[in-house]
């Protein structure tokens, strides 16, 4: 049987990255920089969908790419209801939940927007895998201190299964038979879960809630510093949450959440930089004890993904800490291109089953 393609549709903030598979080799990879002048011609994020698409067909005709042949369009997963980890197919229910922000607006909801849309045109199957809104927490992890408020699960979610399913393969077992911790620090949030016997059972919400700062996010904050911060009428509610989600962490203490910028600064010696930079390995660290806690001490290794970790201070600062816990087990990279092409390829041989959203 000839095997057919799979396009991958990865869209950032100012740019698209998208790679065409056959089968597990990689045919086409290009990451797609759109002009900012033309983003800010679209007053919400979703109105960008027509533009991006028509963007990446033209890149896929000037290539010479053969459409006829993709089978499917995997997406990068948006910010969906709680659903359960694996594949769905993007059907008219998730298209309007993305569109409408169901949990929230977030460039990650063009990934499965741009693949239905794809997918219309040249009679495709448009895909998701393992989106952000995964949720498998524990009960008795939801519960916030409030009634009214409840622990919500947003977060790395496609990384993290994709790297601990390859840490299993890697020992010759399988996900379900282990308990990991695993801290994905990303461009945006950074995520520490429990995985238990191939659930994740407690992790922080990266997104908007709690957890560790990250470059732009400010993770967990004194609760009523920012309540007197939103009511001293100095900020609209909007202000407030871009501080929250993006003009946070590094961001704000160092006055630039470009990271090329912050590399420099550490790099240079600048001791404020490296100081903000030991303060979020540290709160990594405490995050990672704390589902130490979760998994009742009971953990076969602690992994670490995310491209900070090819800094030997950084991942030091991590070791130091929590190294006596369990064995490390280091990915230094994000590769959510090839997690979205592998989802993909299993479905295509029918070894994983889409599900249906609803």
Known sequence: MIEKDILVIYPET??????????????????????????????ELTDQLEFRTNVILNELKDNDADLDQVEIIVGRGGLLKPVNAGVYEVNEKMVHDLKTGVEGIHHTNLGGLIAYEIAQKINAKPILADPVTVDEMDDIARVSGHSLIERKSIFHSLNQKFFARKYAKAQ?????????????????????????????????????????????RTGSLPVGDLLRLAYSNKYT???????????????????????????????????????????????????????????????????????????????????????????????????????????????MRDELKIQEYK
């Open 14 to 43: 100012i740019s698209t990255q998208i790679a065409l598979y056959k089968g597990k080799t990689l045919l086409f990879l290009k990451n797609i920089k759109h002009n900012q002048d033309d983003l800010e011609k679209y007053a």
């Open 172 to 216: 010759h077992k399988d996900y379900e038979q282990l308990n990991l911790i695993m801290a994905t620090v990303g461009m945006g949030g950074i995520s520490v879960a429990a995985h238990k016997k191939g659930r994740v059972v407690d992790v922080n919400n990266a997104y908007d809630g709690d957890g560790p700062f990250s470059v732009k």
């Open 237 to 347: 509610e909007d202000e407030i949450f871009q501080m929250l989600t993006k003009e946070g962490g590094y961001a704000s203490y160092l006055g630039t959440g470009d990271l090329n910028k912050i590399n420099k600064l550490m790099e240079n010696g600048d001791e404020k930089a490296l100081f903000i930079s030991d303060a979020c390995a540290y709160q990594v660290s405490k995050e990672i004890g704390a589902m130490y806690a979760v998994l009742e001490g009971e953990v076969d290794a602690i992994i670490l993904t995310g491209n900070i970790f090819h800094s030997e201070r950084f991942l030091e600062n991590v070791q130091k800490r929590v190294g006596k816990i369990a064995d490390f087990a280091l990915y230094p990279s994000v590769n959510d291109i090839e997690a979205l092409a592998e989802n993909a390829f299993l479905v």
